[in-house]
Structure formats: structure tokens, C-alpha cells
């Protein structure tokens, strides 16, 4: 199986967190024995610097995580959910087991997983799906959209079970006017 490297570095994010956060509040607490603020307050000043240092790395984690031009999860699927009304798909709407339902005009139900924004998918991320997609709601053309691409097991996974898949390149081509059904019908 191939090295993911977004999991390797999640790996050591939490070292490098718990090194930010513990070294200043050592620090702290010296220099704030050393300007004479003893006992229970050295403490509770270090703890209060802490918290505020917390809040920091969570704000500097949370912008890495949206960095510019990757939208949120949320507008992820607003966007295909437009992209599917361009293209002429009637009933389109946000669903909370698929993301995107919505019908081609022969009747066709088309469900859309949008994938994970931080990683290749996985079988894992197409398996839960194409039971919701077949079982719930007796999709059609069940399509799987991420950004980060699929692993080669993924692949296999979509092909066996007839998930289309669109990743990166093929959502641009999407966006620029590809037609969806143009789209899924080659990836088949």
C-alpha cells in the first residue's frame, strides 16, 4: 500500500504541538518565578499563557487546514451541487447520507459522495458509500468526487461496484464544461 504522506505528517503534529506547547510553559514558568510571582500564581499565570498559546496553534492549525483555494467540506458540496443544476440535472439537493442527489432528465438518479478534502480516497471512503448508494436509494450512476485523487485499491473498489470517479483533473474538466454524463460515461 502506498505511503500517504498527509497521515505521516498528521503522525507527527501532535508531537510537534505538545514540544510548542511545553517548552514555553516551562519557560514561563521560570521567568515568571524569576519576576517573583511565586507558588499557586506561577502556576495559574503559566496555565492562563498556555490556554492562549492553545488557542493559537488551534487558529494556525485551522487556517493550514483551509489553505487558500481548497474550499471547506461544506462548500466542496455546494460546488458540485451547482455544477450538477449547470448541467441541467433536475431536483438537486444537499442530502445528508451522499452529499449530492439529483435526477437526469431521463429519470436517472444520480448520488454524489464528495470525498475526503485532506487525503486520497480509500476503499474505506468508497465502501459506506456504495451502500448507501445502491441499498438506500437505489442510485443509478453513484459518482464519487475528491479532490486528492484515489488510491489504486479505490480504483479497483469503484470499478468492481460501478462507482464513477471524478478526481482533480476530471473536476476541472467539469468545470469547465464537461457535462457530467459526458464525464461519468468514460470513466465506466
Not at 108 to 121: F, N
Request: with cysteine; charged share 20%.
Amino acid at each position: 500500500m502506498p505511503r500517504n504522506p498527509t497521515r505521516n505528517y498528521s503522525k507527527y503534529r501532535g508531537w510537534a504541538i505538545t514540544l510548542l506547547v511545553t517548552l514555553p510553559a516551562v519557560i514561563l514558568h521560570d521567568l515568571f518565578h524569576f519576576l517573583g510571582i511565586n507558588g499557586n500564581d506561577t502556576w495559574l499565570a503559566t496555565a492562563a499563557t498556555v490556554a492562549l498559546l492553545f488557542a493559537a496553534v488551534h487558529v494556525a492549525d485551522s487556517a493550514l487546514d483551509h489553505r487558500a483555494g481548497q474550499p471547506s467540506e461544506r462548500e466542496f458540496e455546494c460546488q458540485i451541487a451547482d455544477l450538477c443544476r449547470r448541467d441541467g440535472l433536475l431536483a438537486v439537493q444537499l442530502d445528508r447520507d451522499a452529499n449530492v442527489k439529483a435526477y437526469l432528465p431521463d429519470g436517472s438518479l444520480v448520488l454524489i459522495r464528495c470525498g475526503p478534502t485532506d487525503h486520497p480516497a480509500l476503499p474505506a471512503d468508497l465502501h459506506h458509500f456504495i451502500g448507501t448508494a445502491h441499498h438506500e436509494h437505489q442510485a443509478d450512476i453513484p459518482v464519487f468526487v475528491t479532490l486528492h485523487g484515489f488510491t489504486n485499491e479505490a480504483r479497483r473498489f469503484a470499478a468492481y461496484h460501478g462507482i464513477a470517479l471524478i478526481d482533480r483533473p476530471r473536476l476541472g474538466q467539469w468545470q469547465q464544461g464537461h457535462g457530467l454524463a459526458a464525464l461519468v460515461a468514460t470513466t465506466h
